[in-house]
Each structure stands twice: as structure tokens, then as C-alpha cells.
């Protein structure tokens, strides 16, 4: 069973992608290998995007998962940001919206995903409510 959701980090493809960077909550010594190089300089933030022979950097979903993931960590996006924009601009294209169920919410977790990347206030519950995973929102309906 796959990963689903508008957010940012709620698909495969984005969680695949934190997994290669060396991020995954499911290796955690390795997570904290990753952080403690990334902060310490050891490692740059452009190393991540472009690993595994470049097949984030290909794939918008990816480019935005991590971005996500790592400005949730704090990190400064500036070298990699035209990639992401990139990627924004890719995804918020009526094409891509359409291919999913909820065209409506993927497009305001894109935008909200957008407004945090250019520095504004965004409330934490949207975006846990965007990243939320499938079991938890099927919990939800259920009641």
C-alpha cells in the first residue's frame, strides 16, 4: 500500500526520496548521520537533490517532498530553490492537478507549500492536515 495525500511529503515518490537523501525516520542513525553533516557543512544540501544517479531532481514530487522535509528542519533552500520552483510550477499545472482525486486540495497544499518557501506564516495543523496519511484520514471518515 502506498503513501496518499495532497501534502508535500505524503507520497511515495516524496518519501522515497527523504529515504535516499539518507533521511528516513526508519533509519534514524543514519537520519541523524545525514543532519548532523548537512548542518555541520560536511554535506551540502544540493548533494541530496542530486543522488542516486539525479532521479529527484527528475521528479517534481520528489524535489518538493524533500524541500518540505528539510525546511522543516530549518535548512536554507537557496541553493536549490530554482529546482523547486521549478517543480511548484510543474505540479500546479492543471495537467498534473487533474491527475489527482482532490485536484482542489492538492492545489492549495501546493500554494500553501509556496507561501512557506518564500517565507510566510502557514498554521501547522494545514500542513499536518496535507501530509496526513491514508489510514488516518480513512479513521477519520469512519469515525
Avoid: H
Wanted: glycine letters at 12%; proline letters at 3%; aromatic letters at 4%.
Amino acid at each position: 500500500m502506498g503513501a496518499f495525500g495532497e501534502g508535500m511529503q505524503s507520497n511515495d515518490t516524496a518519501l522515497d526520496a527523504i529515504g535516499s537523501a539518507g533521511l528516513s525516520c526508519g533509519e534514524p542513525r543514519k537520519q541523524k548521520k545525514t543532519l548532523s553533516d548537512l548542518r555541520k557543512g560536511k554535506k551540502s544540501i544540493e548533494s541530496l537533490f542530486v543522488s542516486e544517479r539525479g532521479w529527484i531532481k527528475r521528479r517534481p514530487q520528489a524535489v518538493l517532498g524533500l524541500a518540505e522535509y528539510l525546511l522543516d528542519e530549518g535548512f536554507d533552500l537557496g541553493p536549490v530553490r530554482a529546482l523547486i520552483v521549478k517543480a511548484l510550477g510543474t505540479e500546479l499545472c492543471l495537467r498534473r492537478l487533474e491527475c489527482w482525486c482532490e485536484p482542489q486540495a492538492r492545489k492549495d497544499a501546493l500554494l500553501r507549500f509556496k507561501d512557506r518557501l518564500n517565507g510566510k506564516e502557514v498554521p501547522k495543523k494545514l500542513i499536518e492536515q496535507d501530509n496526513e496519511g491514508l489510514l488516518s484520514r480513512m479513521g477519520r471518515m469512519l469515525g
